[in-house]
């Protein structure tokens, strides 16, 4: 019979590796929701894992780290937005050049930096409650950047949907001309949708470097970009759905390695691909369904921005 404290362990394992993918995902959904298709998140992930690993050890601290994470993902988000918003170009193209980009800047970056020990981010686990058993170590003794991530995807869900700037995001996302039309400055709202998605790619990044690996390993982001670009059209844009869909995407993730672990007689790299798979099967039956007003996506999405006046 399996005992609860395994329960918990594959749990807790699930959630360290649900988490990144919350944090890249939920900003890339402001993005889209702003109407920018931002394809450049597995190079600003992967910036933030170099650049957060990098600051944890010039600084001494690992809070040092998730400045440097975040502050590298803006970096590079904003290289993004000057030249989809300023300067109008592919929307597709500029992403997967952005990717090209990081790994790049990523791979240079983190040279120095190859077979060093890491410094962890540590839990803070909340007193009293922390001490439930079972229940405790489940939802109450986790890093910052876990309770982060649920507390993004709260703020984000209500911010989208409760209030005036939630309602600017949509419908420049929606119909950036009439948009224009009314006064609202397209460009300034999508660069700001865009920044956070890249201080989010970056902190999820950094999540990897910090904490799921505490090491530089060069192309540690390992897709994860990409999934949670899929995540985005899995969830139909929607912050909650985003969040039960990172979780099933990170239950995949970890039971390919308990599956190998246990010996299923399944070659390993089946089991190594079976999230990329999952991934391309999610989006093939999105695809299917993407006429429901329920899973539409903003009708500006991947459109550029060409104001007449």
């Keep these: ?67 440097f994470a975040a502050g590298a993902g803006v970096a590079l988000s904003l290289v993004f937005a000057v030249f989809v918003l300023l ?25 120095g930096y190859v077979g060093l020990p890491g410094i962890k981010l540590e839990s803070l686990p909340i007193p009293v409650l922390a001490q439930i058993p079972f229940i405790g170590p489940l939802l109450f003794d986790h890093d910052i950047l876990v309770y982060g991530s649920f507390l993004l995807v709260a703020v984000v869900s209500y911010v ?33 949708a865009v920044l956070f998605g890249g201080a989010c790619a970056g902190l999820a990044g950094g999540y990897l470097s910090l904490v799921y690996t505490p090491q530089w390993v060069e192309g540690m982001s390992a897709g994860r970009g990409w999934i949670a670009v899929a995540l985005v059209v899995f969830a139909a844009w929607r912050p909650v759905r985003l969040l039960v869909g990172a979780y099933l995407f990170g239950t995949v993730l970890i039971l ?43 009708a500006c999405l991947g459109r550029p921005f060409l104001p007449s006046s």
């Design 1 to 67: 019979m399996i005992s609860a404290e395994i329960i918990l362990a594959v749990i807790l394992t699930i959630m360290t590796a649900s988490t990144p993918l919350v944090l890249a995902a939920i900003g890339e959904l402001v993005v889209e929701r702003s109407g920018v298709l931002n394809l450049g998140v597995e190079g600003m992930m992967i910036v933030g894992a170099a650049a957060g690993f990098a600051g944890a050890q010039l600084t001494g601290s690992a809070y040092g780290g998730v400045v």
């Design 256 to 298: 390919q390695f308990h599956a190998q672990a246990a010996g299923v007689p399944i070659p390993s790299q089946l089991l190594s691909a079976l999230p990329y798979l999952a991934t391309i099967v999610v989006l093939v039956a999105v695809s299917a369904v993407r006429s429901s007003p329920q899973t539409a996506a903003p």
């Design 160 to 192: 989208l949907f409760r209030t005036r700037l939630g309602l600017t995001i949509r419908a420049v996302g929606d119909n950036h001309d009439s948009a224009h039309a009314i006064g609202t400055n397209v460009i300034a709202v999508r660069f700001i």
């Design 87 to 111: 300067l109008a170009t592919n929307q597709y193209a500029t992403g997967l050049a952005t990717t090209l980009l990081g790994l790049g800047i990523a791979g240079l970056l983190g040279q």
